[in-house]
């Protein structure tokens, strides 16, 4: 029973993590077992065999709720893009205020917001102004200055996945990796299913590459992050704020400049009032859930 319960946790958790405005921190904080998973993944690199069997059924979960999430996501963005945008702008929003009630705005120093006004404008820079690096495609055909961004963006997003209120998810649409990586595990999935396993074969060194960022950040830059949180937590709520801000204006950008053709397919009446619906939905999920459970 008690593995069951483990494994459903963690597909919670996986469901979580793809989400845009979403923290999969949140969601363990919420499940009441955050304390003991960060605990457990900060010994990884001591006793990695002690800790994979420690969260051997979380792990597993993980993996059956991100395929889920990804393929009901991406049909979800693919065919009802705004509505879906709306729910994730909704989720930032419910978001904001644990954000600031953490920060405690009216305490904010020179470093704090010379923290939120860098994460702001790097963010709406690779969003609006970056064509280039940002047009990163799944790939086995990557060059050093691509491989080196794939790394970075990964250990980036898995560190502030751990984050309670943070998004990883939004750190991968910032930097435009957001789409492809839903994109290549449904394709995996699917692939795996029919027996079919050139999906993988075909991405490899990008699978791994972004493998061992994922694992980078959660173990390695999550201790810095912690340990940040306990001496100086305003400098990273300061910047998860700058990302959010940021995540709302990614979120748009990419409905409206790379999915408009499917919101044309609906009404623009029935879009406006089904997105103000969804939006709703969102914000009013993060704060039923953050009523459930208190954030520090």
């Known amino acids: 029973m008690r593995r069951l319960k483990e494994l459903v946790q963690g597909i919670m958790f996986g469901c979580s993590c793809l989400i845009p405005g979403f923290s999969g921190g949140t969601m363990l904080v919420i499940l009441g077992i955050y304390e003991k998973v960060t605990y457990e993944l900060s010994k990884f690199l001591k006793n990695p065999f002690k800790v994979f069997k420690n969260l051997f059924y979380y792990f597993l979960g993980t993996i059956i709720g991100i395929v889920l999430s990804a393929i009901i996501v991406s049909h979800a963005l693919n065919n009802y893009p705004l509505i879906t945008g709306c729910f994730f702008v909704g989720l930032v929003i419910g978001t904001i205020p644990i954000i600031l009630k953490n920060l405690n705005i009216k305490h904010m120093n020179i470093i704090d917001i010379i923290f939120y006004l860098f994460f702001l404008i790097f963010g709406l820079y690779l969003t609006l102004f970056s064509n280039t690096i940002t047009d990163v495609k799944v790939t086995n055909d990557l060059d050093f200055k691509i491989g080196l961004y794939i790394l970075i963006t990964a250990i980036i997003a898995s560190a502030i996945m751990i984050i309670p209120a943070a998004s990883g998810m939004t750190i991968l649409l910032i930097m435009g990796l957001y789409d492809d990586i839903m994109h290549l595990i449904e394709t995996i999935f699917t692939g795996i299913i029919k027996l079919d396993f050139s999906p993988i074969s075909n991405n490899l060194l990008f699978i791994l590459i972004f ?57 623009i009446t029935a879009n406006i009032i089904l997105s103000a619906i969804s939006m709703i939905i969102g914000t009013s999920l993060i704060y039923i859930m953050n009523k459930k459970k208190k954030f520090k």
């Not at 980078?216 to 201790?223: D, E, T």
């Not at 300061?238 to 959010?244: E, M, P, R």
């Open 211 to 267: 493998g061992i960022g994922i694992i980078l950040g959660m173990v390695i830059i999550s201790k810095i992050i912690t340990f940040a949180l306990n001496k100086k937590p305003s400098i990273i709520w300061s910047s998860v704020l700058g990302l959010l801000v940021v995540s709302v204006v990614s979120i748009y950008n990419d409905v409206f400049t790379n999915r408009i053709d499917s919101i044309l397919k609906l009404n």
